[in-house]
């Protein structure tokens, strides 16, 4: 069974740490993994994608790394800052199949 | 800009009547695209896949009557909630994968049934 856990389920941060979201994969046999944010109300919005072949990627203040062999993956969000906070959810995509984790619910305070 | 439009953003829909809901590509032909609903605090979970020109293959424990997808074109797949009901509430979102295998999401539908 494909499952994704997303460690933790929520986040809150002083502005300007650095931080980082889990998320963890049952299945090793994935054709890529994103991340995505989730605003309130809102859609996803496509933060990250790193293929099966790739360790990392970045932009700007964020760095997602992949471990297909642990099941894992990161996200690291550098300097938060307010408007950071928003659901971030991992999703694992397999051929022709996507799994979600549950998100982190992160909030970063002023 | 958005290479996927999902239309409507936000319905509120009185108990008992239909739903629908499009979903389109818009740079790209998406011979498969995929259906969506997330309650809240919960995690995304897979209701259907649909593909061109043939049935749509739902996930277990989605009633194909009540939630009907037809993909008529390379570019256009609607989801049809039908005699919604309140429990149907949700936030409902597709995604298509280009020829690149690259997946793009709809920005989302949110379904209120009162």
């Known amino acids: 069974k494909q499952e994704v856990t997303q460690i933790p389920a929520a986040l809150s941060v002083p502005e300007g740490e650095n931080l980082v979201l889990n998320c963890s994969f049952t299945d090793s046999a994935i054709y890529n993994l994103q991340w995505f944010r989730q605003d309130p109300g809102k859609g996803l919005t496509s933060l990250l994608l790193?293929?099966?072949?790739?360790r990392e990627q970045t932009s700007g203040r964020l760095n997602a790394s992949l471990d297909k062999s642990s099941g894992r993956s990161t996200l690291y969000i550098a300097a938060s800052q307010p408007g950071d906070s928003a659901t971030y959810l991992c999703?694992?995509?397999?051929?022709?199949?996507?799994?979600f984790g549950a998100g982190t619910r992160l909030t970063v305070k002023p | 800009g958005a290479v996927v439009s999902q239309h409507p953003s936000r319905v509120i829909c009185k108990s008992g009547t239909s739903v629908k809901i499009e979903c389109r590509s818009l740079d790209f032909q998406a011979t498969t695209m995929f259906w969506y609903r997330q309650f809240p605090k919960q995690s995304l979970m897979l209701m259907a896949t649909s593909n061109e020109g043939s049935k749509a293959t739902y996930e277990q424990g989605v009633e194909k009557d009540k939630f009907l997808i037809n993909h008529a074109s390379l570019t256009l797949s609607t989801l049809t909630v039908t005699s919604a009901h309140p429990e149907d509430s949700s936030f409902y979102i597709c995604s298509c994968i280009s020829s690149g295998n690259t997946i793009y999401f709809g920005e989302g539908s949110w379904l209120t049934v009162v």
């Open positions: 790193i293929q099966s072949s790739q």
């Open positions: 999703a694992v995509c397999y051929n022709n199949d996507m799994r």
